[in-house]
């Protein structure tokens, strides 16, 4: 028998006694001694088979908790290699991300949420030294404290903020964006990309400079052909009319003091008395096209309305008009802008549109006043035109369209081929306190 066996034994000896002693049928009761020691024996063993299965069941539970704890090992190595497999892909996609911001040409750097500065690319350091541990505002902009301007706030609570800044410490101008970066640890830090925009900021100021002297220029251009057609208006009046007055009065002396009977001389005359008239009322409608003296004799509104019947009686067009009076609106420069513009829209209807019908409107609304001259004409192609070169395009449409500027709006022009033009412009009644 084994030592264990042994022990198993005496312990089911011992309970077998314990309940022998308890029992109401005892053993000693039991009719011979052999039978005594047999059913002794089966109590023994019975006792013994119980303890045994008692120790095998636990040992069972102990069997099974060993097998779960190593299927728990095994799981958990599975999860550690696991872990380390993504650390290490994850280091691999951190090295490429840095690798990136190492080249890229544009200022990075990341700001946590005390204000200080975790990471540099190396254009940063190019642009404004090394950090040596200082916070954002000390590095980027000498200051003891917070920037007033600071958009950090706004960007650790998730916002994405594109802007733009001038430093004072390089005189350099940089578009920025500060973007929110999360985490790991639940915090939020700042990363911000940067671009220099110096060069493309002084090309900017430079064509706005440009734009401005463009704009001064033409305004003296427009001012200078003003004083020129007036000037010439008052030669051609002066000069031209006050000749021919004095021809007429020649020829019409002539006419007088001819012999009767010089009938062909006399008709001769006649005719150039006529042919004279003509000229003096083609001298008298060339000084008033040139001249907007009609502006001060009858104002802009009555002036546009004669300009339309001229052009309907010239050209044979019928005419829809709908004017409002505007001359208490506007200053009297302002005036001459408006009447030249009508003038060039007409006369460029007259010389290539082959319209029937033309609608003029001037009308008032709220704070503005606004134009339009339309026709049913040829039309053309805005696009073509547009794409030519300067020299070979005429000044009319880009003058209007100047002097609209001129006048605080804009002009809106559409055309298309066989469907007629139509000009519109609105622009602002400022200009009365000026009056
Ligand atoms: N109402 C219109 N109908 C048809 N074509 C037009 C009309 N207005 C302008 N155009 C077209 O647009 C072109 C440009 O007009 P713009 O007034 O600028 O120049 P222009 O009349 O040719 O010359 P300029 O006005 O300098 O004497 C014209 O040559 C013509 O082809
Ligand atoms: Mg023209």
Redesign the pocket.
């Known amino acids: 028998m084994t030592e264990v066996n042994n022990e198993i034994r005496l312990r089911a000896e011992e309970m077998v006694r314990v309940k022998a002693a308890l029992s109401p049928e005892n053993l000693e009761a039991m009719p011979s001694e052999e039978m005594r020691q047999t059913i002794y024996e089966l109590r023994v063993r019975q006792v013994e088979l119980e303890i045994q299965n008692e120790e095998l069941s636990t040992a069972q539970g102990e069997l099974n908790a060993v097998r779960a704890l190593a299927g728990a090992n095994k799981l958990l190595a599975q999860q550690i290699e696991e872990r380390k497999r993504i650390d290490e892909a994850l280091q691999v996609e951190r090295n490429k991300f840095k690798s990136i911001l190492e080249a890229m040409p544009d200022g990075v750097y990341i700001v946590n949420q005390q204000y200080d500065i975790e990471y540099t690319n190396p254009v940063v350091e190019k642009e404004f030294g090394p950090v040596k541990g200082r916070k954002c505002y000390e590095y980027l902009h000498d200051r003891m404290e917070i920037c007033p301007w600071c958009k950090n706030q706004e960007v650790f609570s998730g916002k994405s903020v594109q802007w733009e800044w001038h430093s004072s410490k390089n005189d350099k101008t940089y578009d920025r964006i500060d973007t929110p970066l999360f985490n790991t640890c639940g915090t939020i830090s700042k990363l911000q990309i940067f671009y220099d925009i110096t060069k493309r900021k002084h090309a900017e100021n430079e064509l706005r400079e440009y734009e401005k002297q463009l704009r001064d220029l033409s305004f003296q251009l427009l001012t200078a052909q003003e004083t020129e057609r007036r000037r010439i208006a008052r030669e051609l009046h002066d000069e031209l009319g006050g000749a021919m007055a004095v021809l007429k009065l020649r020829v019409s002396f002539i006419e007088k003091n001819l012999q009767p009977g010089q009938t062909m001389i006399s008709e001769e005359c006649r005719q150039t008395l006529q042919y004279i008239d003509q000229i003096i009322n083609n001298v008298h409608r060339l000084s008033r096209d040139l001249s907007p003296s009609i502006l001060e004799d009858i104002g802009l509104t009555s002036a546009l309305k004669w300009q339309i019947d001229n052009f309907v009686g010239h050209y044979g067009v019928k005419v829809a008009t709908d004017i409002e009076n505007i001359d208490h609106l506007l200053p009297k420069d302002d005036q001459i802008m408006i009447y030249r513009t009508f003038q060039?829209a007409l006369t460029?209807?007259g010389?290539?549109?082959q319209a029937k019908n033309i609608a003029v409107a001037v009308r008032t609304c709220d704070d503005r006043i606004s134009f339009l001259v339309e026709?049913d004409?040829?039309?053309?192609d805005v696009e073509e035109?547009s794409a030519k070169k300067l020299s070979e395009?005429?000044?009319?449409?880009?003058s209007m369209k100047e002097r609209a500027k001129m006048l605080g709006g804009s002009l809106h022009l559409w055309?298309e081929k066989g469907k007629g033009?139509r000009i519109a412009f609105s622009i602002p009644i400022t200009k009365v306190e000026r009056l």
């Open positions: 060039e460029n209807i010389k290539h549109a026709d004409g040829r039309g053309f035109l395009k005429g000044m009319g449409l880009a055309s033009t």
